[in-house]
């Protein structure tokens, strides 16, 4: 999804120790994209008790998905934004054409690799994602910053790239059989809960992979090694073909986005995801039992 000319990438990782010795450097802009289903919990809340110095906020429901999504649309509850939206979003947050982005979250990267795919989405490889995120950065004790930032404005131009982001109507031109993961808990894939979108279960064919197996069990998970994730999505049938990856409003998908980048394998985002799909009455669903 390189531009021609644009800068070499860097991550799509990067470690607590690298964003330690990189905290000072102009060209870096770092971003709190902390967000939480319960609606009680907010992520600004969590941004000024205490963040990584110098990062700024991002909100996933007002800057990086469309309006009219919050409470579940035709779109989906996190629809994709638009270029117009992308081009003001980033520039007031001061991400320029050579700005390295680094996102973290404090969910082991499920909602920082939101940020992560848009930005590459459009046309902005120079974005990394903090392994273990807030919560490894504090168990090593390192410094935590209560003021907010305000970033310098900078000029970004979004550049949306061809066929990584599939819309409700390419997903209904799949050809059978096409490959597509549910990135959701193996609860909600079954059927067996719903806590939050209009139907139970799954979209008919799509095989269950969800976020969590990208992660280790330590005690604060990071990302399993590249050829642990590429045996995984090889079982699932990614190295024969891209697949199509949802999960309930678009943001979780990227965590398996990332984790095939990692593999070394590619996938595409369907935006809308289980919550546009569930709410159109039109379309299939399916259910499964735990065999």
């Given at each position: 999804?390189?531009?021609?000319?644009?800068?070499?990438?860097?991550?799509?990782?990067?470690?607590?120790?690298?964003?330690?010795?990189?905290?000072?450097?102009?060209?870096?802009?770092?971003?709190?994209?902390?967000?939480?289903?319960?609606?009680?919990?907010?992520?600004?809340?969590?941004?000024?008790?205490?963040?990584?110095?110098?990062?700024?906020?991002?909100?996933?429901?007002?800057?990086?998905?469309?309006?009219?999504?919050?409470?579940?649309?035709?779109?989906?509850?996190?629809?994709?934004?638009?270029?117009?939206?992308?081009?003001?979003?980033?520039?007031?947050?001061?991400?320029?054409?050579?700005?390295?982005?680094?996102?973290?979250?404090?969910?082991?990267?499920?909602?920082?690799?939101?940020?992560?795919?848009?930005?590459?989405?459009?046309?902005?490889?120079?974005?990394?994602?903090?392994?273990?995120?807030?919560?490894?950065?504090?168990?090593?004790?390192?410094?935590?910053?209560?003021?907010?930032?305000?970033a310098t404005p900078?000029?970004?131009?979004?550049?949306?790239?061809?066929?990584?982001?599939?819309?409700?109507?390419?997903?209904?031109?799949l050809a059978p059989?096409?490959?597509?993961?549910?990135?959701?808990?193996?609860?909600?894939?079954?059927?067996e809960a719903e806590?939050?979108?209009?139907?139970?279960?799954?979209?008919?064919?799509?095989?269950?992979?969800?976020?969590?197996?990208?992660?280790?069990?330590?005690?604060?998970?990071?990302?399993?090694?590249?050829?642990?994730?590429?045996?995984?999505?090889?079982?699932?049938?990614?190295?024969?073909?891209?697949?199509?990856?949802?999960?309930?409003?678009?943001?979780?998908?990227?965590?398996?986005?990332?984790?095939?980048?990692?593999?070394?394998?590619?996938?595409?985002?369907?935006?809308?995801?289980?919550?546009?799909?569930?709410?159109?009455?039109?379309?299939?669903?399916?259910?499964?039992?735990?065999?």
């Open positions: 999804m390189s531009p021609t000319g644009a800068p070499r990438a860097f991550g799509p990782l990067v470690t607590t120790d690298w964003l330690s010795d990189n905290l000072a450097a102009p060209d870096l802009r770092i971003a709190d994209v902390r967000w939480y289903l319960d609606p009680a919990r907010k992520g600004r809340d969590a941004y000024r008790a205490g963040h990584v110095p110098g990062a700024i906020f991002l909100d996933i429901d007002a800057d990086l998905a469309a309006p009219g999504g919050a409470r579940g649309g035709p779109l989906g509850r996190h629809p994709w934004p638009s270029p117009e939206q992308m081009d003001r979003v980033m520039s007031a947050a001061g991400v320029g054409e050579r700005t390295r982005v680094v996102a973290y979250d404090d969910q082991s990267g499920a909602i920082a690799a939101r940020l992560w795919y848009l930005l590459r989405a459009y046309g902005h490889e120079n974005v990394a994602v903090l392994d273990g995120g807030f919560p490894k950065w504090q168990a090593e004790g390192r410094p935590i910053d209560t003021t907010t930032t305000f900078a000029a970004f131009h979004a550049r949306p790239q061809t066929g990584v982001v599939l819309t409700k109507t390419d997903m209904r031109s059989g096409a490959l597509v993961l549910d990135a959701r808990a193996p609860e909600r894939y079954l059927g806590p939050i979108d209009p139907r139970a279960g799954h979209i008919p064919g799509a095989c269950n992979a969800p976020f969590a197996a990208n992660l280790t069990k330590d005690p604060v998970p990071v990302f399993r090694k590249p050829e642990e994730l590429r045996a995984h999505y090889t079982a699932l049938g990614a190295e024969k073909e891209p697949p199509v990856v949802y999960c309930g409003s678009g943001v979780t998908a990227c965590h398996d986005l990332l984790a095939l980048e990692l593999a070394g394998l590619r996938g595409r985002l369907y935006a809308g995801s289980w919550s546009e799909w569930s709410s159109d009455p039109s379309l299939p669903v399916e259910l499964r039992t735990r065999t």
